[in-house]
């Protein structure tokens, strides 16, 4: 006799190379899974994924997807590779790392890796740092993606925390959203947009493309890819020309201030107008809202 399939439902949540760890659902029928979906139980996600995670299960089953250890079999960039065991495989590598240790030290061997799995348990910020303090190995940073703008915030901001704190968006008045595809790529973000937004909020989108964030919000400056530092120098300068600085706070928390104020003031709305393609009055704009308007929140983009 036959037995009756078996639906089950399992929580879990996203690994990928995204900090949200949003919340999911999977569907699974004799150990096999059929679908996948938010959690809407969750009181932040709410059953939302973005559109990198919604077809996950397809990436799961690809025929492209690496199954087990290859090893290189032919010329470098021939792309032939031979399957071997994980013994092997596991045997090869801490056979290498072994060797190298011994003959130039253990911080001859440097650790290097995208993120795209930052799960706390089994992702490389967790499990890979272990490892790599066990073999006593150079520590560096992993990826030029999320760390070189957290090195930009910390500058800046005083904290390698990359932005600003999400939830606390819903208190805006005013949000600039600057190279960030919210609503494709971090979607419940948008939710406490839109709360500000009922409260008499405007949204402003910086993207070089028409993005469906662009399109959502209230005013969209599309400048020339790559103009976005001339950009931000351009609006701190209509800032200044408005006497709104924050004086205090660059006295008592800053350092080389006069010599950025150089440079700010090297950029008129005139002269930003120009490289970036951005009508000059778009510009004035946008820079005495940002110098008035309290509180403003600012979420950007680092990829």
């Known amino acids: 006799m036959t037995p009756e399939p078996r639906e089950t439902q399992i929580r879990g949540a996203c690994p990928l190379d995204c900090p949200d760890t949003c919340a999911w659902i ?3 029928e004799n150990g096999e899974p059929l679908s996948l979906r938010g959690d809407p139980a969750h ?17 799961a089953r690809s025929p492209d997807r690496l199954l087990y250890p290859m090893r290189r079999s032919g010329p470098k960039g021939r792309g032939e590779f031979v399957r071997i065991s994980w ?10 790392c072994g060797d190298v240790a011994k003959k130039y030290g253990a911080e001859a061997i440097l650790p290097y890796s995208g993120s795209g799995n930052m799960g706390m348990i089994q992702g490389i910020y967790g499990a890979g740092d272990r490892l790599w303090n066990v073999l006593g190995t150079s520590r560096g940073v992993y990826t030029m993606c999320t760390i070189a703008g957290a090195y930009g915030t910390g500058y800046t901001l005083g904290d390698n925390g990359v932005g600003m704190d999400p939830e606390t968006l819903c208190f805006s008045k005013l949000i600039v959203l600057w190279g960030a595809n919210v609503l494709s790529t971090h979607p419940h973000l948008w939710r406490p947009i839109l709360e500000a937004r009922k ?5 402003v989108c910086i993207d070089p493309i028409r993005t469906r964030t662009a399109a959502a919000s209230d005013w969209h400056l599309a400048p020339i890819p790559g103009t ?42 005139s002269r930003v107008a120009a490289v970036t393609g951005l009508p000059c009055e778009s510009i004035v704009e946008l820079g005495k809202r940002i110098a008035s308007t309290r509180p403003t929140g600012i979420r950007i983009g680092i990829g």
Request: glycine share 6%; hydrophobic share 45%; charged share 25%.
């Open 26 to 28: 999977v569907t699974v």
């Open 43 to 59: 009181p932040y996600t709410r059953g939302s994924l973005c559109n990198k995670v919604e077809n996950y299960l397809a990436y």
């Open 87 to 96: 013994d092997e495989a596991l045997e090869k590598i801490a056979a290498v």
């Open 199 to 203: 409260n008499g909020a405007s949204v």
């Open 228 to 269: 976005d530092a001339a950009l931000a120098l351009g609006l701190l300068h209509v800032v200044l020309k408005e006497g709104k600085e924050d004086r205090q706070f660059i006295e008592e928390r800053t350092v080389g201030w006069e010599a950025f104020r150089e440079r700010i003031l090297a950029f008129p709305p």
